[in-house]
């Protein structure tokens, strides 16, 4: 094999990543293979470009160099068998051999050099440390009246459905669903029929009733009537009368009347259908006061009275104020929930039954911190908490309780009544780092809150 095929062979081992990258990647990143690489490349180009040089002959007087070539002698190489001439040869060893030495020495000082480079550099990183910066708020305790919110809905106080007290066809219908009606107001009204008639012959029967035990009365003090017919005119009396009073009722419920101020809500009934007793003419709803029914658990109905205040608010937005009417004793077989009622009022009938509401039930105070829920941090395990700088000024984490969220921030308890809150880098220290702290006054923070509150909406 001749050294050109050898530097060939060489040059394409070196030029395979398929060799060369599973090396460089298990050998230091200090250590400089592509530039030594590079080097054992120049050294092999420079052995092939001596090789392939032409020779001349110092000894030819021949005016032809490639006749002068011919005629040489071809010496051999004592390895591989190679001719070559021998000062030539000698003369590129000589070359390659000092190309090789200076870029190894090269290397090899550069390598001392980075490392000492890199040892000084990592020493000022360690020496030049800087104290991360944090901004932070004095944030003092509030009394805060907590809340127990339940979901509720809304609930007529009364729904009646209003019925015939006598029987009839029904020939007017003064009113239509949606109206709303003052107590007394009529209904449906129904055909007289032979109402009237007989209600005159009950008046007739009872003025016969009466002469006849007046008669009885004087005929009784001259002597003349005995006591059990005195007895008898008076039965006689007492039935007309009752008769007399049934024939007005009659006529009375031919007209079927609201029993309150509330609305129709149903009238199942036209003009033209006979109605018996019992049947429905109409529907009234009482909406005043208006119901909020909600459903609290054993663990919030401790400490809930009667005539306690209460928040309703409902899913159109508006929030309305009530007082507790009523507290159930036995609880929900299934829920084992106490059902709470609270009246509202609504003179107005502004609100309807069967709205969506959040009940708040407000408790005992407490005292809390209000923040902005976008300081609140999450730990690995699933704490929530916040960040406070201690007297050390090293940075703390304590583990939080929300008590409520409002619109105006987040309020906690389990903190202690002082604290200095990171209100700005809390996301780039950990707990037991020192820092140094910036302090912001209340009002900018006040500011920060409301902004938060406003991007939420």
């Known amino acids: 094999m001749s050294v050109e095929h050898l530097v060939s062979a060489l040059k394409q081992v070196l030029l395979d990543s398929e060799v060369i990258e ?82 190894i020495s090269w290397l090899v000082s550069g390598q001392f050099v980075a490392d000492e480079k890199m040892s000084v550099s990592v ?5 030049d440390q800087v104290i991360p910066r944090v901004r932070t708020q004095l944030s003092q305790a509030e009394s805060f009246i907590s809340r127990v919110v339940s979901g509720g809905k809304t609930q007529a106080k009364r729904i009646v459905q209003v019925k015939a007290e006598a029987s009839g066809r029904v020939v007017a219908l003064p009113v239509e669903k949606g109206t709303v009606v003052e107590e007394g107001d009529i209904l449906c009204e129904l055909s007289m029929e032979d109402r009237y008639v007989k209600f005159e012959k009950a008046k007739a029967a009872l003025r016969h009733a009466k002469l006849e ?18 007895a008898s005119a ?28 509330g609305m129709v809500q149903e009238r199942p009934v036209d003009i033209g259908d006979v109605v018996q007793r019992g049947n429905i003419c109409a529907e009234i709803l009482d909406p005043d006061p208006m119901l909020v029914v909600s459903h609290l658990s054993e663990q919030n109905i401790g400490g809930l009275v009667i005539g306690d205040l209460a928040q309703a608010k409902l899913n159109s937005g508006e929030t ?27 003179e107005e009938f502004i609100l309807r039954d069967g709205l969506s509401a959040d009940v708040h039930f407000p408790r005992e105070g407490i005292s809390a911190h209000r923040i902005s ?11 929530i908490g916040i960040k406070i700088v201690d007297n050390d000024n090293q940075v703390r984490f304590i583990e939080v309780q929300i008590a409520s969220d ?31 702290t910036v302090a912001v006054d209340a009002v900018a923070v006040e500011a920060v809150i409301s902004d938060d509150v406003r991007r939420a909406d």
């Not at 001439?85 to 090789?100: Q, R």
């Not at 008669?215 to 005195?230: D, H, P, R, T, Y």
């Not at 009530?322 to 829920?335: E, K, N, Q």
């Open 22 to 103: 599973p090396f460089l990647l298990h050998c230091p990143v200090s250590f400089r293979l592509t530039d030594l690489f590079l080097a054992i490349l120049v050294i092999a180009e420079t052995f092939q470009v001596l090789i392939n040089t032409p020779r001349y002959d110092r000894y030819s007087n021949h005016s032809s160099r490639s006749e002068s070539i011919d005629r040489m002698p071809s010496p051999v190489y004592p390895i591989a068998g190679i001719p070559c001439e021998g000062n030539i040869v000698k003369s590129t060893y000589a070359i390659a051999a000092v190309i090789a030495v200076v870029l």
């Open 123 to 127: 020493d000022e990183i360690e020496t």
């Open 213 to 230: 035990h007046e008669g009885a009365l004087k005929l009784s003090k001259q002597g003349f009537q005995a006591e059990v017919n005195i």
């Open 234 to 261: 008076e039965v006689d009396l007492i039935t007309a009368r009752a008769n007399l009073t049934s024939r007005q009722l009659d006529l009375d419920y031919r007209f079927i009347r609201s029993p309150f101020r």
């Open 320 to 346: 309305v104020e009530g007082i507790v009417s009523f507290i159930s004793y036995s609880a929900d077989a299934i829920t084992r929930t106490y059902r709470i009622e609270i009246e509202i009022g609504n």
């Open 373 to 383: 829920p976008a300081l609140l941090s999450l730990t690995d395990s699933g704490e």
């Open 406 to 436: 409002t619109v105006d921030g987040v309020w906690l308890t389990g903190l202690p009544r002082s604290i200095r809150l990171i209100t700005l880098g809390q996301e780039l220290v950990f707990e037991g780092q020192t820092v140094e």
